[in-house]
Nanobody, 122 residues
């Protein structure tokens, strides 16, 4: 299974970005998907997760109300719409996949993408 994250970039505070994670190999609709981020000098942290069929969705408190996760099983892609971005959202964002139930722990995910840089200027 391979994951390719894209969509990152430089944006001013208050702006928006949409991240994409394209998945190849395996059966995408069987995977629980997650987004994590890692800022310089910090541990990788949970951002959001979505279950196989998109019914169960979870967010970190820090992004709740600003970020929206979604998936298109026909396109083998998971999205992260990020609105009202803040400088503290600056990080490398990673998508991850699991063939079993997964939520907020990195150890729950088996496959990882390479990351995409998001930089929010003040």
């Amino acid at each position: 299974v391979q994951l390719q994250a894209s969509g990152g970039g430089l944006v001013q505070a208050g702006g928006s970005l949409r991240l994409f994670c394209a998945v190849s190999g395996g059966t995408f609709s069987n995977y629980h998907m997650g987004w994590f981020r890692q800022a310089p000098g910090k541990e990788r942290e949970f951002v959001s997760a979505i279950s196989w069929g998109g019914v169960n969705i979870y967010y970190a408190d820090s992004v709740k109300g600003r970020f929206t996760i979604s998936r298109d099983n026909a396109k083998n892609t998971v999205y992260l719409q990020m609105n009202s971005l803040k400088p503290e959202d600056t990080a490398v964002y990673y998508c991850a996949a699991s063939g079993t139930y997964a939520y907020a722990r990195t150890s729950e995910y088996k496959w990882w993408g390479q990351g995409t840089q998001v930089t929010v200027s003040s």
